[in-house]
Protein backbone atom coordinates (compact mmCIF):
# COMPACT_ATOMS: atom_id res chain seq x y z
CA UNK A 1 0.00 0.00 0.00
CA UNK A 2 1.31 3.47 -0.76
CA UNK A 3 1.51 5.19 2.82
CA UNK A 4 2.58 8.77 1.51
CA UNK A 5 -0.78 9.16 -1.16
CA UNK A 6 -3.83 9.21 0.53
CA UNK A 7 -6.04 8.76 -2.77
CA UNK A 8 -3.95 5.53 -3.23
CA UNK A 9 -5.27 4.76 1.02
CA UNK A 10 -8.94 5.46 0.47
CA UNK A 11 -8.86 3.16 -2.75
CA UNK A 12 -7.15 0.44 -0.89
CA UNK A 13 -9.14 0.61 1.68
CA UNK A 14 -12.16 0.69 -0.18
CA UNK A 15 -10.78 -2.62 -1.78
CA UNK A 16 -10.09 -4.44 1.56
CA UNK A 17 -13.36 -3.53 2.52
CA UNK A 18 -15.43 -5.50 -0.90
CA UNK A 19 -12.84 -8.10 -0.33
CA UNK A 20 -13.75 -8.39 3.79
CA UNK A 21 -17.84 -8.27 2.60
CA UNK A 22 -17.32 -11.08 0.15
CA UNK A 23 -15.75 -13.15 2.45
CA UNK A 24 -17.97 -12.42 5.23
CA UNK A 25 -21.03 -13.17 2.87
CA UNK A 26 -19.91 -16.35 0.94
CA UNK A 27 -19.76 -18.61 3.46
CA UNK A 28 -23.33 -18.07 4.75
CA UNK A 29 -24.95 -18.05 1.27
CA UNK A 30 -22.52 -21.15 0.11
CA UNK A 31 -24.12 -23.51 3.50
CA UNK A 32 -27.19 -21.82 2.33
CA UNK A 33 -27.49 -24.04 -0.70
CA UNK A 34 -26.06 -26.38 1.10
CA UNK A 35 -28.55 -27.47 4.15
CA UNK A 36 -31.91 -26.28 1.69
CA UNK A 37 -33.40 -29.28 0.04
CA UNK A 38 -34.20 -28.05 -3.78
CA UNK A 39 -37.46 -27.16 -4.80
CA UNK A 40 -39.61 -29.89 -5.75
CA UNK A 41 -40.00 -30.18 -9.43
CA UNK A 42 -43.81 -28.40 -10.85
CA UNK A 43 -46.18 -31.37 -10.77
CA UNK A 44 -47.71 -33.00 -13.84
CA UNK A 45 -50.41 -31.42 -15.79
CA UNK A 46 -52.04 -34.20 -17.11
CA UNK A 47 -55.43 -35.51 -15.49
CA UNK A 48 -56.25 -39.03 -14.63
CA UNK A 49 -59.69 -40.22 -16.24
CA UNK A 50 -62.56 -40.75 -14.13
CA UNK A 51 -62.57 -44.44 -15.12
CA UNK A 52 -58.79 -44.77 -13.87
CA UNK A 53 -59.37 -43.78 -10.00
CA UNK A 54 -61.70 -44.24 -7.22
CA UNK A 55 -63.63 -41.13 -6.93
CA UNK A 56 -66.23 -40.76 -4.08
CA UNK A 57 -69.79 -40.19 -5.46
CA UNK A 58 -71.51 -37.39 -3.59
CA UNK A 59 -75.91 -36.23 -4.57
CA UNK A 60 -75.44 -32.71 -4.24
CA UNK A 61 -78.46 -31.29 -1.71
CA UNK A 62 -80.54 -34.75 -2.00
CA UNK A 63 -83.18 -35.59 0.50
CA UNK A 64 -81.76 -39.22 0.60
CA UNK A 65 -78.07 -39.97 0.83
CA UNK A 66 -76.29 -41.22 -2.28
CA UNK A 67 -77.00 -44.91 -3.00
CA UNK A 68 -73.84 -46.70 -3.22
CA UNK A 69 -75.71 -49.40 -4.45
CA UNK A 70 -75.72 -47.53 -7.73
CA UNK A 71 -72.03 -46.75 -7.61
CA UNK A 72 -70.89 -47.96 -10.73
CA UNK A 73 -74.00 -46.86 -12.78
CA UNK A 74 -73.80 -43.30 -11.77
CA UNK A 75 -70.01 -42.88 -12.52
CA UNK A 76 -70.50 -44.43 -15.76
CA UNK A 77 -73.01 -41.76 -16.53
CA UNK A 78 -70.38 -39.40 -14.96
CA UNK A 79 -67.24 -40.52 -17.40
CA UNK A 80 -68.26 -38.29 -19.99
CA UNK A 81 -69.91 -35.26 -17.56
CA UNK A 82 -68.05 -32.23 -18.72
CA UNK A 83 -68.80 -30.46 -15.68
CA UNK A 84 -67.56 -32.71 -13.17
CA UNK A 85 -64.38 -33.34 -15.64
CA UNK A 86 -64.00 -29.24 -14.92
CA UNK A 87 -64.32 -29.64 -11.25
CA UNK A 88 -61.82 -32.30 -11.38
CA UNK A 89 -59.34 -30.42 -13.02
CA UNK A 90 -59.68 -27.79 -10.93
CA UNK A 91 -58.47 -30.19 -8.36
CA UNK A 92 -55.26 -31.31 -9.56
CA UNK A 93 -54.35 -27.77 -11.28
CA UNK A 94 -54.24 -26.19 -7.88
CA UNK A 95 -50.80 -28.26 -7.10
CA UNK A 96 -49.10 -27.79 -10.39
CA UNK A 97 -50.24 -23.39 -11.00
CA UNK A 98 -50.46 -22.85 -7.45
CA UNK A 99 -47.65 -24.60 -5.92
CA UNK A 100 -45.88 -21.94 -4.08
CA UNK A 101 -48.70 -20.38 -2.72
CA UNK A 102 -49.57 -21.18 1.19
CA UNK A 103 -53.01 -20.29 1.00
CA UNK A 104 -53.81 -22.46 -1.69
CA UNK A 105 -53.01 -25.58 0.32
CA UNK A 106 -53.53 -24.10 4.16
CA UNK A 107 -49.73 -24.24 4.35
CA UNK A 108 -47.68 -21.99 6.49
CA UNK A 109 -49.68 -21.21 8.94
CA UNK A 110 -51.52 -19.42 6.70
CA UNK A 111 -55.08 -19.36 7.85
CA UNK A 112 -56.54 -16.34 7.19
CA UNK A 113 -55.65 -15.90 3.92
CA UNK A 114 -56.25 -19.55 3.09
CA UNK A 115 -60.02 -18.81 4.18
CA UNK A 116 -60.12 -15.86 2.52
CA UNK A 117 -58.52 -17.76 -0.93
CA UNK A 118 -61.80 -20.30 -0.18
CA UNK A 119 -64.17 -17.01 -0.09
CA UNK A 120 -63.18 -15.58 -3.00
CA UNK A 121 -63.47 -18.76 -4.60
CA UNK A 122 -66.98 -19.12 -4.27
CA UNK A 123 -67.15 -15.42 -5.03
CA UNK A 124 -66.05 -16.18 -8.77
CA UNK A 125 -68.35 -19.06 -8.65
CA UNK A 126 -71.72 -16.39 -7.40
CA UNK A 127 -70.50 -14.76 -10.66
CA UNK A 128 -70.42 -17.20 -13.39
CA UNK A 129 -73.36 -18.20 -12.79
CA UNK A 130 -74.88 -14.80 -12.26
CA UNK A 131 -73.20 -14.55 -15.74
CA UNK A 132 -74.93 -18.00 -17.32
CA UNK A 133 -78.56 -16.53 -16.29
CA UNK A 134 -78.14 -13.33 -18.45
CA UNK A 135 -76.90 -16.07 -21.22
CA UNK A 136 -79.62 -18.17 -20.39
CA UNK A 137 -82.21 -14.70 -21.23
CA UNK A 138 -80.39 -14.63 -24.11
CA UNK A 139 -80.44 -18.03 -25.31
CA UNK A 140 -77.11 -18.27 -25.92
CA UNK A 141 -76.30 -21.87 -24.94
CA UNK A 142 -72.62 -21.80 -25.84
CA UNK A 143 -71.85 -19.02 -23.84
CA UNK A 144 -74.45 -20.65 -20.71
CA UNK A 145 -72.08 -23.73 -20.86
CA UNK A 146 -68.89 -21.52 -20.98
CA UNK A 147 -69.78 -19.52 -17.63
CA UNK A 148 -70.90 -22.74 -16.00
CA UNK A 149 -67.89 -24.71 -16.66
CA UNK A 150 -66.12 -21.51 -15.23
CA UNK A 151 -68.18 -21.99 -12.59
CA UNK A 152 -67.71 -25.88 -11.61
CA UNK A 153 -63.91 -24.81 -12.35
CA UNK A 154 -64.27 -22.22 -9.29
CA UNK A 155 -65.88 -24.91 -6.62
CA UNK A 156 -63.12 -27.39 -7.69
CA UNK A 157 -60.71 -24.87 -6.44
CA UNK A 158 -62.27 -24.50 -3.30
CA UNK A 159 -62.90 -28.12 -3.02
CA UNK A 160 -58.87 -28.45 -3.04
CA UNK A 161 -58.48 -25.72 -0.10
CA UNK A 162 -61.55 -27.41 1.79
CA UNK A 163 -59.78 -30.74 1.39
CA UNK A 164 -56.52 -29.98 2.38
CA UNK A 165 -57.39 -28.60 5.65
CA UNK A 166 -58.04 -31.46 7.16
CA UNK A 167 -54.51 -33.50 5.51
CA UNK A 168 -52.66 -29.89 6.29
CA UNK A 169 -52.71 -29.19 9.47
CA UNK A 170 -53.02 -30.68 12.99
CA UNK A 171 -56.65 -30.36 13.45
CA UNK A 172 -56.68 -35.05 13.29
CA UNK A 173 -54.36 -34.96 15.44
CA UNK A 174 -55.78 -32.22 18.59
CA UNK A 175 -59.17 -33.80 17.63
CA UNK A 176 -58.69 -37.66 18.03
CA UNK A 177 -57.82 -37.62 21.93
CA UNK A 178 -61.45 -36.35 22.70
CA UNK A 179 -63.67 -38.44 20.34
CA UNK A 180 -65.15 -41.69 21.38
CA UNK A 181 -65.73 -42.53 17.49
CA UNK A 182 -64.13 -40.76 14.85
CA UNK A 183 -67.19 -39.43 13.67
CA UNK A 184 -67.37 -37.30 16.98
CA UNK A 185 -64.81 -35.24 15.13
CA UNK A 186 -66.93 -32.07 14.04
CA UNK A 187 -66.29 -31.14 10.22
CA UNK A 188 -65.21 -27.57 10.39
CA UNK A 189 -67.16 -25.98 7.13
CA UNK A 190 -64.31 -22.93 6.89
CA UNK A 191 -66.48 -21.61 4.10
CA UNK A 192 -69.20 -20.55 6.65
CA UNK A 193 -69.43 -18.14 9.63
CA UNK A 194 -69.33 -20.50 12.20
CA UNK A 195 -66.26 -22.47 10.50
CA UNK A 196 -63.96 -19.54 10.60
CA UNK A 197 -65.16 -18.64 14.13
CA UNK A 198 -64.08 -22.33 15.00
CA UNK A 199 -60.10 -22.36 13.04
CA UNK A 200 -59.98 -19.03 15.42
CA UNK A 201 -60.62 -20.59 18.31
CA UNK A 202 -58.72 -23.34 17.44
CA UNK A 203 -55.83 -21.25 16.34
CA UNK A 204 -55.76 -20.03 20.24
CA UNK A 205 -55.56 -23.82 21.27
CA UNK A 206 -52.25 -24.79 19.05
CA UNK A 207 -53.75 -25.07 15.14
CA UNK A 208 -51.06 -25.15 13.01
CA UNK A 209 -50.15 -26.30 9.52
CA UNK A 210 -46.83 -27.58 8.17
CA UNK A 211 -44.18 -25.51 7.29
CA UNK A 212 -42.79 -25.67 3.60
CA UNK A 213 -39.82 -23.63 3.12
CA UNK A 214 -40.00 -22.51 -0.17
CA UNK A 215 -44.33 -21.61 -0.27
CA UNK A 216 -44.98 -18.33 0.96
CA UNK A 217 -46.06 -16.15 2.79
CA UNK A 218 -44.48 -18.35 5.97
CA UNK A 219 -46.94 -17.71 9.31
CA UNK A 220 -45.67 -21.06 11.53
CA UNK A 221 -43.99 -20.56 14.76
CA UNK A 222 -40.46 -21.58 15.39
CA UNK A 223 -40.69 -25.36 16.13
CA UNK A 224 -43.43 -26.26 14.16
CA UNK A 225 -43.12 -29.34 12.19
CA UNK A 226 -42.52 -29.54 8.18
CA UNK A 227 -44.61 -30.47 5.81
CA UNK A 228 -43.42 -33.45 5.21
CA UNK A 229 -43.57 -34.37 9.10
CA UNK A 230 -47.59 -33.57 9.31
CA UNK A 231 -49.41 -34.51 6.09
CA UNK A 232 -52.05 -36.87 5.80
CA UNK A 233 -52.25 -36.70 2.04
CA UNK A 234 -51.40 -40.74 2.05
CA UNK A 235 -51.81 -43.73 4.00
CA UNK A 236 -47.77 -44.01 4.28
CA UNK A 237 -46.47 -40.33 5.28
CA UNK A 238 -45.18 -40.26 8.82
CA UNK A 239 -48.23 -38.87 10.60
CA UNK A 240 -50.72 -40.58 8.16
CA UNK A 241 -49.73 -43.63 8.62
CA UNK A 242 -50.21 -43.47 12.92
CA UNK A 243 -53.09 -45.53 13.89
CA UNK A 244 -54.92 -43.91 16.94
CA UNK A 245 -56.27 -47.50 18.80
CA UNK A 246 -59.02 -45.91 20.77
CA UNK A 247 -61.14 -45.12 17.37
CA UNK A 248 -60.65 -48.67 15.92
CA UNK A 249 -57.21 -48.20 15.04
CA UNK A 250 -57.79 -46.25 12.46
CA UNK A 251 -55.23 -44.27 11.39
CA UNK A 252 -55.31 -40.28 11.05
CA UNK A 253 -55.06 -40.78 6.92
CA UNK A 254 -58.27 -42.50 7.38
CA UNK A 255 -59.79 -39.75 9.39
CA UNK A 256 -58.61 -37.00 7.39
CA UNK A 257 -60.39 -38.54 4.36
CA UNK A 258 -63.28 -39.26 6.22
CA UNK A 259 -63.34 -35.45 7.14
CA UNK A 260 -62.40 -34.21 3.97
CA UNK A 261 -65.36 -36.58 2.59
CA UNK A 262 -68.12 -34.90 4.61
CA UNK A 263 -66.65 -31.27 3.98
CA UNK A 264 -66.73 -31.91 0.29
CA UNK A 265 -69.88 -33.26 0.75
CA UNK A 266 -71.54 -29.80 2.86
CA UNK A 267 -69.55 -28.09 0.37
CA UNK A 268 -71.59 -29.55 -3.02
CA UNK A 269 -74.94 -29.57 -0.62
CA UNK A 270 -74.80 -25.79 -0.24
CA UNK A 271 -73.49 -24.63 -3.71
CA UNK A 272 -76.14 -26.72 -4.92
CA UNK A 273 -78.36 -25.05 -2.80
CA UNK A 274 -77.02 -21.93 -3.34
CA UNK A 275 -76.72 -21.81 -7.44
CA UNK A 276 -79.41 -24.28 -8.51
CA UNK A 277 -78.23 -23.46 -12.10
CA UNK A 278 -75.06 -25.94 -11.10
CA UNK A 279 -77.53 -28.71 -9.84
CA UNK A 280 -79.45 -27.96 -13.45
CA UNK A 281 -76.75 -28.39 -15.66
CA UNK A 282 -75.44 -30.99 -14.28
CA UNK A 283 -77.72 -33.38 -12.64
CA UNK A 284 -77.63 -34.52 -8.82
CA UNK A 285 -74.24 -36.08 -8.87
CA UNK A 286 -70.56 -35.50 -8.80
CA UNK A 287 -67.74 -37.75 -8.58
CA UNK A 288 -64.18 -36.43 -7.36
CA UNK A 289 -60.89 -37.59 -5.77
CA UNK A 290 -60.18 -36.71 -2.09
CA UNK A 291 -57.36 -35.36 -0.63
CA UNK A 292 -55.47 -34.79 -4.08
CA UNK A 293 -51.71 -33.85 -3.45
CA UNK A 294 -48.80 -34.14 -6.61
CA UNK A 295 -46.45 -31.73 -4.96
CA UNK A 296 -44.57 -34.53 -4.05
CA UNK A 297 -43.52 -33.57 -0.37
Sequence with gaps: MNTKNPKAI???????NVCICIATILPFSV????????KPPKPAEDIPKLSAVKPIIVCGNCDQPFDTTTHKKVLDGLLSNKYVGELRKALYIQDT??????KVHFDNCDFEESIGYVDSLLTEVDGHVAQAKVEKEKGDQAAIDASMLNAFFALGQ????????????NYVEMSVGQAKK???????????????????ELMGKGLVSGYVFWGFPQKCPEGTPSHADMAKDKATTPSGSVKVPHLDNRSRYQIAVQLARGASQELIDDAFR????????????????????????
Design 158 to 169: ALHGVQDFYAHT
Design 274 to 297: RWPLLKEVNGDHVAFEVLVDRRGL
Design 10 to 16: RSSLRYW
Design 31 to 38: FGQQVSPP
Design 97 to 102: YHQFES
Design 182 to 200: SNDIDIVALWKQSGKDRIK
